[in-house]
């Protein structure tokens, strides 16, 4: 279990990124963060797994307090949290095989890691993960050969290394075409069902939000403005969705479609 | 855009037609700037300026023993008529145009052309053709004499190789002075060995009267026998110290071809030579006839050897020197990059002094630190190594901070999300980003090194380019042209080498 408990980052330039945001994620739950641009997701999200450091507040982990731990005790934390990327983030020139063996750093040797050795076991399980995502043919490729989906693919088999109890996901399918999306998020949904992996995700669209989200939190200028599971995202109320997404946003037709129906939608518009 | 141009023609010149003339042939470029042409006007005039002051400059120079501008003047045409009636009239033309175009541009005629630019510019190279002493006539004329020791430079291979020599030597000794104070002795004639015999075998030495003119010496009769057959001979003196010479007959060495017997005969006047006063008192020189033969294979001379030794020498210079300025700029490329340095004010200063100190390392040629490094560690190519150590610190540490700035960071965070530690991250984040540019560089850098420690052997920075100026100095063009072809052939396989590296790494 998850909690977060009146988390507020102010950066450095006055920003105030987030503001007394609390709230608990259960095992095993696909969260789902909407907000507009800029109103604090990849803040929180960076905020869990410590890549930022918060100005105030807690997170509290399988009963750790996240925000205290320090060296050793944060790698080893980070190592059982999984992060997957809008831009995939990862290194273009190095191999594919290389990029999802990198995700078992916090795991390994680190001498031995530095001359790029890894044992023949975390190499099956490389390939195991490259197979899970079905690019396991890629895997000596440079990872710039790669189209965004294959890309964000790696991404996931690097986060798979780690062996994560939790992924985080900021907006990982924002760079990519909606099928494309419903491909990458139906792996992180098989991954929350099938190896009970808690998710937490921000997402920009509403249809992949209903599709696949088992509770929603909505943001806006740091501030939690809206708490739901998925089915009370379909009976928002408008006044709601502009809580979120502010005054002049309008809901457009597809974001009442939902799951099979918004593939097909999403298809048709291809 | 259609409104901004009907502005531009609304704007109303600051002065008449008429007025703008006036102006501008008192300050020229200033009829421009009341037109509402600031640019224009203000480089015009400031072109103005420039020529007239190089003009006066050039005229003091070929005058500078006349007083007062007008025989100034005079004599400049004197010496060099076409140059000053060219800028003179130049100028006078360009006045009067700049005015013009001040008329035309007030009364809205002509916007006015680039045309008066090109005319400022066919000054400027007029100008600059007598300022530079540019002689194209001594060039050309020059060439035939200049063309031997040239095409020696072109061509020098003979002088690459050599072969082991044999001599084959006999002498007679010549009494300087009269017979009766005692004839040398003859040596007995062994067969089989060179001869030589002179009749007679004392006489007087070839002198200078008062007015340097040679007053010829005895006429010696010189007979040799047991020599290689049909062979050039060559005639020696040795002095009565010992000094051997060539002597010179009618310009051309003394030399004698035998005959088929091995046999010759020759008369040789007895050649001027000054004998130290404290050498006074009996005299006996001695006359030589030498044949040398080449014998055995050819072997690697003198200058290919040294050439070939030195050029190792040059790249290895080159080699150590990128190979300290990699190790020096690597520390040194974090202090200059701006991202790694963007966390303080403290660290923006040391940022922002590092920066400035590669740059002024960097605007002072390799050539002249090696002038530093000689005085430093003195002659040598330590020294060359010294200067472009310093020079490639300050050129690879930029290059490498720009590299360090422009890396991804996106792939930094995802390696330290896994728990990676901070070494870890290095190896696998940041240093795959950094290969390329890292190797690209460094080679580029190696490159560079290798061609510029050809010349800093010019200032004693060691190298190939020592041995070159020495080779030059002596006159020795054969020697300077091997090196010179080594240089050019060491610099062009190394561009061609570090080339196909750099386009494998990126
Ligand atoms: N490193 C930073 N320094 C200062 N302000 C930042 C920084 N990163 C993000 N912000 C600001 O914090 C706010 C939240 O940003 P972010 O968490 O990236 O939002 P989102 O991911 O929802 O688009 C924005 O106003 C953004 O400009
Ligand atoms: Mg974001």
């Not at chain 1, 191999?95 to 390994?108: D, F, Q």
């Not at chain 2, 100034?72 to 009067?96: C, E, H, S």
């Not at chain 2, 054969?478 to 790494?505: C, H, N, P, Q």
Request: proline share 4%; glycine share 8%; aromatic share 10%.
């Amino acid at each position: 279990m998850l909690e977060v408990k009146n988390l507020t980052k102010i950066y450095n330039d006055g920003t105030v990124a987030l503001d007394d945001v609390s709230f608990t994620v259960k095992d095993n739950e696909f969260l789902v963060i909407i907000g507009l641009s800029g109103s604090g997701k990849s803040t929180l999200l960076r905020c869990i797994n410590r890549l930022i450091d918060p100005t105030e507040g807690r997170i509290i982990w399988e009963g750790k307090d996240v925000t205290k731990v320090q060296g050793t005790q944060l790698r080893n934390l980070r190592r059982q949290v999984g992060m997957i990327f809008q831009h995939f983030n990862l290194v273009k020139r190095s191999s594919v095989i290389l990029n999802v063996l990198s995700g078992r750093l916090g795991y390994v040797n680190p001498w031995k890691s530095l001359l790029y050795r890894f044992s023949s076991e975390d190499r099956a399980e490389g390939a195991a993960a490259l197979e899970m995502v079905g690019i396991e043919d890629q895997a000596n490729k440079r990872a710039d050969e790669l189209s965004g989906g294959q890309q964000q693919r790696v991404g996931i088999a690097r986060a798979l290394m780690q062996n994560p109890k939790m992924i985080l996901a900021d907006e990982p399918v924002a760079s990519l075409d909606p099928v494309l999306a419903h491909t990458i998020l139906g792996y992180l949904e098989k991954l929350n069902k099938e190896r009970d992996i808690t998710i937490i995700c921000s997402l920009h669209y509403l249809d992949l939000v209903q599709r696949y989200a088992t509770r929603i939190i909505g943001l806006r200028d740091g501030k939690i403005v809206w708490q739901g599971n998925n089915k009370d995202i379909r009976k928002m109320t408008d006044s709601q969705f502009k809580d979120i997404y502010g005054e002049e946003a309008e809901r457009v037709n597809a974001g009442s479609l939902v799951g099979e129906e918004a593939e097909k939608w999403h298809r048709e518009k291809l | 855009m259609a409104s901004r141009k009907i502005v531009a023609i609304e704007k109303k010149a600051y002065v008449s037609g008429p007025a703008a003339i006036v102006i501008s042939l008192i300050i020229p470029g200033l009829g421009h700037i009341l037109a509402r042409k600031m640019g224009k006007g203000l480089l015009l005039m400031l072109s103005m300026i420039t020529i007239i002051g190089l003009f006066l400059w050039r005229i003091k120079l070929l005058a500078h023993r006349e007083i007062g501008f007008i025989s100034q003047y005079v004599k400049a045409v004197d010496r060099k008529g076409f140059f000053i009636g060219f800028i003179t009239i130049a100028i006078i033309i360009l006045w009067f145009w700049i005015a013009k175009e001040a008329y035309q541009l007030t009364t809205k005629k002509s916007k006015g052309g680039f045309s008066i630019f090109a005319f400022v510019l066919l000054m400027f190279f007029i100008v600059g053709w007598q300022i530079s002493e540019i002689n194209l006539g001594r060039a050309i004329r020059e060439l035939p004499e200049a063309w031997p020791p040239l095409s020696r430079i072109l061509w020098p291979w003979e002088a690459a190789v050599t072969r082991a020599t044999e001599e084959l030597t006999a002498s007679a000794e010549i009494l300087v002075g009269t017979e009766d104070e005692g004839l040398p002795p003859i040596p007995p004639e062994v067969p089989g060995k060179p001869y030589i015999i002179s009749t007679p075998n004392f006489g007087q030495l070839s002198s200078l009267d008062k007015q340097n003119n040679v007053i010829k010496g005895t006429v010696i009769h010189l007979k040799g026998k047991g020599f290689t057959a049909d062979t050039i001979t060559q005639i020696w003196w040795a002095d009565s110290i010992g000094n051997e010479f060539r002597p010179r007959q009618d310009r051309e060495y003394t030399s004698v071809l035998t005959d088929s017997r091995g046999e010759f005969t020759f008369d040789l006047v007895m050649p001027y030579r000054l004998i130290p006063p404290s050498a006074a008192g009996r005299q006996v020189h001695k006359v030589e006839a030498k044949q040398i033969t080449e014998i055995g294979p050819f072997i690697p001379a003198d200058p290919l050897r040294l050439t070939i030794a030195l050029i190792i020498e040059t790249i290895f210079m080159g080699m150590m020197a990128t190979f300290f300025g990699i190790i020096l700029s690597i520390p040194v490329s974090f202090l200059a990059a701006r991202n790694i340095m963007n966390s303080s004010w403290i660290t923006m200063t040391i940022y922002f002094i590092t920066r400035t100190i590669l740059n002024i390392i960097r605007s002072i040629e390799p050539l002249i630190w090696a002038l530093i490094a000689v005085v430093w560690v003195g002659l040598g190519p330590f020294a060359g190594i010294v200067a472009l150590t310093v020079h490639s610190v300050a050129a690879l540490g930029k290059l490498y901070s720009e590299a360090i700035e422009g890396i991804d960071h996106g792939p930094i965070e995802a390696l330290q999300a896994t728990g990676a530690n901070w070494l870890q991250v290095i190896m696998f984040a940041v240093v795959p980003q950094m290969i390329p540019p890292f190797v690209s560089f460094s080679i580029y850098r190696w490159d560079i090194n290798v061609r510029m420690s050809t010349v800093i052997g010019l200032v004693g920075g060691g190298g190939i380019g020592f041995l070159l100026v020495q080779y030059i100095r002596l006159l020795d063009y054969k020697a300077a042209g091997i090196a010179v072809w080594f240089i050019a052939l060491t610099v062009s396989i190394l561009d061609y080498v570090s080339a196909e590296i750099r386009a494998r790494f990126t």
